[in-house]
């Protein structure tokens, strides 16, 4: 199995920063796509950052220039640095990512997907 573990969620006034973490471990061969999600109280999961295993990184509009993923394929740890925080931002966030579990899998081109238990971000003064 593949457990992604997320920390560093806490408490923040609005225009801080926060840096997210999210640590991979158990049995894989390979991580491919791994990503930061979302979800609001009342509101569906949305994807804020993806980043695949060399590439280019992506964003949707609302979040580019305040937020930015980036990866240590050593730690297989995926992090999330997010700046001028605003109230809005407020919400769990989740890791994800497509995992290759085997040699094989990585040749097939067949990954399973894991997520996080998640991470609370509460902006607030």
């Known amino acids: 199995q593949v457990q992604l573990v997320e920390s560093g969620g806490g408490l923040v006034q609005p225009g801080g920063s926060l840096r997210l973490s999210c640590a991979a471990s158990?049995?894989?061969?390979?991580?491919?796509?791994m990503g930061w999600y979302r979800q609001a109280p009342g509101k569906q999961r949305e994807l804020v950052a993806s980043?695949?295993?060399?590439?280019?990184?992506n964003y949707p509009d609302s979040v580019k220039g305040r937020l930015t993923i980036s990866r240590d394929n050593a730690k297989n740890t995926v992090y999330l640095q997010i700046n001028s925080l605003k109230p809005e931002d407020s919400a769990v966030y989740y890791c994800?990512?497509?995992?290759?579990?085997?040699?094989?899998?990585?040749?097939?081109?067949?990954?399973?997907?894991?997520w996080g238990q998640g991470t609370q971000v509460t902006v607030s003064s």
């Open positions: 994800n990512a497509d995992v290759h579990r085997t040699p094989s899998a990585l040749f097939s081109r067949r990954a399973d997907n894991y």
């Open positions: 158990g049995s894989f061969f390979r991580i491919n796509a």
């Open positions: 980043i695949p295993n060399g590439g280019r990184t």
